[in-house]
Nanobody
Framework: QVQLVESGGGLVQPGGSLRLSCAASGFTFSNYAMSWYRQAPGKERELVARVAGVFSSGGTTTYADSVKGRFTIFRDNAKNLLYLQMNSLKPEDTALYYC?????????WGQGTQVTVSS
């Protein structure tokens, strides 16, 4: 059974940091491209960051312009874990954050973890 379980969200003040984690099971994690998406109330879900799987320039990362220089995506294939290190957080980063796994026609989503940036 495929599972993606996000954790690490919470309430943080502007300028603060959080590290999100996504624990994967039920599929060959290293093969899959892994991504973080977010969805704020009233807005569409958007891509935050993506890291390629071993079949496609493994380790290559891409970021949304809004988070470049502040967020870092990385993965531990030995532990089937995906991370998102978020620094210099802004109120506009407030959203429900999801991890996603995709390879060819297979796509899996987690349930999300809430990040709230507020003073």
């Amino acid at each position: 059974q495929v599972q993606l379980v996000e954790s690490g969200g919470g309430l943080v003040q502007p300028g603060g940091s959080l590290r999100l984690s996504c624990a994967a099971s039920g599929f060959t994690f290293s093969n899959y491209a892994m991504s973080w998406y977010r969805q704020a109330p009233g807005k569409e879900r958007e891509l935050v960051a993506r890291v390629a799987g071993v079949f496609s320039s493994g380790g290559t990362t891409t970021y949304a312009d809004s988070v470049k220089g502040r967020f870092t995506i990385f993965r531990d294939n030995a532990k089937n874990l995906l991370y998102l290190q978020m620094n210099s957080l802004k109120p506009e980063d407030t959203a429900l954050y999801y991890c996603k796994a995709d390879l060819f026609r297979s796509t899996y989503w987690g349930q999300g973890t809430q990040v709230t940036v507020s003073s």
